[in-house]
């Protein structure tokens, strides 16, 4: 069965250091992958996929996330944090049809 | 193009109530779903419909039932609420692509069983 696992359900940054937000999944095959946003009070959007085209993706608002077959992680990153980031962030796999989704992990960005 | 749209925003129940959540899309996808959203257990699927007439059960479909009678529309209903059904619920949708469909989000329904 797959799964996702999402480490921490707080993190919590500076503005202007690195954001890493870690995603670890369980799949018999190779899968797709999806980060989502959601903003207070807000729905979720997407931030990025992993479609099997490339291992590093590059999402919106500078995020992005690397495919590792060998860790079975698809990780978050992005080079410089700002207030505007401040938000939780979930990680999804996909199994027919049907979203497999993370606990989320939200994001403090500290001043 | 409004996206997906959700009525109400939010609602107050007495347990044993009843009460049908809408769901409404304008991009004319073919799959949509409702999930709901507990602290600390991200979404869990409730039902899921890949076309106009179809439904079928997700994760948690205990408790609630859906009809998809226009494809543009995904009714959710709750016959008898009670409290374990409190949660913000989100409907979305998606269209058929390859398999790593996008799922578009409505604003989410917070709902109070009391």
């Known amino acids: 069965a797959q799964s996702v696992t999402q480490l921490g359900s707080h993190v919590s940054v500076s503005e202007g250091a690195l954001v890493l937000l870690r995603c670890n999944y369980s799949?018999?095959?190779?899968?797709?992958l999806f980060w989502y946003v959601q903003y207070p009070n807000q729905g979720l959007q997407l931030l990025l996929k992993?479609?099997?085209?490339a291992t590093l993706v590059k999402g919106i608002n500078g995020f992005e996330a690397e495919f590792k077959k060998s860790e079975t992680s698809f990780h978050l990153t992005k080079p410089s944090a700002h207030m505007s980031d401040a938000a939780e962030y979930f990680c999804?796999?996909?199994?027919?049809?049907?979203?497999?989704w993370g606990a989320g992990t939200k994001l403090i960005i500290k001043p | 193009n409004a996206g997906v749209t959700q009525t109400p925003k939010f609602r107050v129940l007495k347990t044993g109530q009843s009460m049908t959540l809408l769901c409404a899309q304008d991009?004319?996808?073919?799959?949509m779903y409702w999930y709901r959203q507990d602290p600390g257990m991200g979404l869990r699927l409730i039902h899921y419909?890949?076309?106009?007439?179809?439904?079928a059960k997700g994760e948690v479909p205990d408790g609630y039932n859906v009809s998809r009678l226009k494809k543009q529309n995904f009714l959710l209903g709750l016959e008898s609420a009670a409290p374990s059904q409190t949660s913000v619920y989100f409907c979305?949708?998606?269209?058929?692509?390859?398999?790593?469909?996008?799922?578009?989000f409505g604003p989410g329904t917070r709902l109070l069983v009391l």
């Open positions: 979305a949708s998606s269209y058929p692509t390859s398999g790593a469909e996008t799922q578009y």
């Open positions: 991009m004319n996808h073919e799959y």
């Open positions: 419909s890949v076309g106009e007439g179809t439904t």
């Open positions: 799949s018999s095959v190779p899968p797709y």
């Open positions: 992993y479609t099997s085209a």
């Open positions: 999804a796999v996909l199994r027919n049809y049907q979203l497999i």
